[in-house]
């Protein structure tokens, strides 16, 4: 919404159409005034919009063509690609404010009105026809698609109400308008647009190819300026022809989205995303941190979901079930640390017992037998551990802990051993300090230095190097012989 000091500023804009047009106000199309914004950023090496991270080298060029070309664009991708965003986002690039005709419900220029209502106000008061302003973010209109939508919710339909104060069924004034025509002068955006029915999908397509509205048998000519955005899945939009031809080619530019082809780059998306959590309990602040080898795992997990073929890949793996993850692996951090009396708390293995519960609402597992899908995930999230195991521990490193092991050392972890148990383990087993040390950074806190510990232990058994009991939230690390 406008910032205070722009509605401050509220009683320096032109009231009046001689005013405005004193002020020399200049109407253009809406293309065009989209693409003068995106030019001066383009320009000025600035992305369109900020907080969408991964799609610089691929989705962007083509969104910045798209734009530069006045098309409207359908963007297709799975769920969680960012697609609604980068739509809503696209407000960035309109003009601050837009004059209108005082009191039009389709947002009318002052210089080429089109409604009813603002043809007789203009024909009255002329040049003195009071004006108003609207902000850029009510400029945008959006819409999911469903079955039960109706002509009547994009459209319009003949408002009962105003028929009963005595206007005829011929007046247009009689006319309630529905989405598209109030996103006039604007964007407007149909999410999961193969799922509109084909006579709404006709209507739609009437409107911003014929411009001209047909409510209840009589026709009204609506010469409607709006950027039309829509979002579909792939399948939906390509394989089962729940499209028709016409409307598919309305579209100037398609465009592919994708998930983040690389882990780093979901990383950085989840911890945009995620909500930074911390407590207050009586013995003071909890704060919680999550390593960046952790971090690593969730993402891989992730990725992982999305390359295997147990998992359901037309519904997809949403980005969300990073955040989701990370926010889980958090929370349950932050419960041990308020349970335990640590004010500072690191996340660590142990809290990977958490993801389970932010995961299976959020992939669609293929198996035959019941029960399976906890299996499943349980052999992700290990794939996922191993993984980043092997990419940040060197093996060098562990040949040592692995002989100490073998000789007879045995370590606790869970949530119930504390940080300062764990950590002690490396005053024990000398050889964990290296890879415990390039983990944490040189952090030689407890609770940094408990996570590393028992990242490394976990990372041994997944290579098969040790030997681990797991008794519910506890397990015990031993060697192979």
Do not use: C
Not at 76 to 101: F, H, N, Y
Not at 134 to 147: I, S
């Amino acid at each position: 919404m406008a910032d205070d000091d722009s509605q401050d500023r509220s009683h320096e804009r032109p009231s009046t159409l001689r005013e405005l047009r004193a002020a020399g106000w200049v109407s253009r199309p809406i293309k065009q005034e989209i693409r003068e914004h995106a030019i001066a950023k383009i320009a000025a090496g600035e992305p369109l919009f900020e907080g969408v991270s991964g799609y610089e080298n691929t989705v962007m060029p083509q969104l910045e063509n798209a734009v530069l070309a006045g098309h409207d664009v359908i963007f297709l991708g799975e769920r969680g690609q960012a697609k609604t965003r980068m739509i809503r986002s696209l407000t960035g690039l309109l003009d601050e404010w837009m004059p209108i005709v005082a009191g039009s419900e389709i947002n009318d220029d002052p210089y080429h009105p089109v409604s009813r209502h603002a043809l007789d106000l203009l024909a009255e008061q002329g040049e003195d026809t009071p004006i108003d302003w609207v902000h850029r973010d009510r400029r945008y209109g959006e819409k999911l698609a469903t079955p039960d939508t109706s002509i009547a919710d994009l459209i319009g339909e003949v408002d009962p109400i105003k028929v009963a104060e005595g206007r005829y069924l011929s007046d247009e004034l009689t006319l309630h308008y529905g989405l598209v025509p109030r996103t006039n002068r604007g964007i407007f955006a149909m999410n999961e647009l193969p799922d509109l029915a084909e006579r709404i999908q006709v209507g739609l397509l009437n409107v911003l190819e014929e411009r001209d509205i047909q409510v209840r048998g009589y026709k009204i000519r609506l010469p409607l300026d709006v950027v039309l955005m829509a979002s579909a899945n792939p399948e939906d939009y390509t394989n089962r022809g729940r499209m028709i031809t016409p409307l598919k080619d309305r579209f100037g530019s398609q465009i592919r989205t994708h998930y983040p082809l690389d882990v780093p780059t979901e990383v950085e998306i989840m911890k945009q995303e995620a909500v930074p959590l911390a407590a207050s309990s009586p013995d003071g602040d909890v704060s919680v941190s999550v390593p960046e080898y952790l971090g690593d795992v969730i993402a891989t997990f992730s990725h992982l979901a999305r390359a295997s073929n147990q998992v359901n890949q037309r519904s997809g793996v949403s980005v969300r079930l990073s955040v989701s993850n990370f926010e889980a692996l958090s929370a349950n951090a932050l419960r041990r640390g308020l349970k335990s009396g640590e004010r500072n708390v690191v996340a660590r293995i142990d809290d990977l017992g958490a993801l389970p519960a932010s995961s299976q609402g959020k992939i669609e597992i293929e198996s035959l037998e019941e029960g399976r899908e906890g299996l499943i995930l349980d052999t992700l999230i290990k794939g996922a551990v191993l993984t980043v195991f092997k990419d940040a521990v060197d093996p060098a490193q562990t040949r040592a802990v692995v002989d100490a092991f073998e000789e007879g050392v045995i370590a606790h972890t869970g949530e119930d051993v504390s940080s300062t148990d764990l950590a002690a383990l490396v005053e024990q087993v000398d050889a964990l300090r290296g890879p415990v040390m390039a983990l944490t950074g040189g952090d030689e806190s407890p609770a940094a230095i408990a996570s590393a510990v028992e990242f490394v232990l976990e990372g041994l058994h997944l290579s098969k190097r040790l030997n681990k009991d797991a008794s519910g939230a506890s397990a015990t690390y031993r060697g192979r012989v």
